[in-house]
């Protein structure tokens, strides 16, 4: 099916189109679910929460915070773990 076919029929009818599809055509466009489609048309998808995908990052930050001198406390209330969780990231008793 040609792609302006497509575009144009989802323009017609909406709200026939699945969720989470809808919000994401809604907030990204049609070239956002194209590509989904294109990349993961067939599969199923678990799609973790941006923290999660990025939780490496973040206790990297912290580790560079506390070696930079800020506390355990503060470093644990800025990335939303407890300072027990920050100890074990950079060895501190």
């Known amino acids: 099916m040609n792609i302006n076919t497509l575009k144009t029929a989802a323009q017609r009818h909406r709200t026939k189109i699945l969720r989470p599809y809808d919000q994401i055509l ?3 466009g049609f070239e ?8 993961l048309g067939g599969h199923t998808v ?8 990025f939780i490496r990052c973040i206790e990297a ?26 100890r074990n ?4 008793s």
């Open 61 to 86: 930050e912290a580790k560079r915070d506390i070696k930079t001198g800020m506390s355990l406390a503060e470093a644990a209330r800025k990335y939303g773990f407890s300072e027990r969780h920050i």
């Open 32 to 39: 956002a679910i194209r590509a989904i489609s294109e990349h």
């Open 89 to 92: 990231l950079t060895g501190r």
């Open 46 to 53: 678990y799609v973790p929460s941006l923290r999660t995908i």
């Open 26 to 28: 809604d907030q990204d």
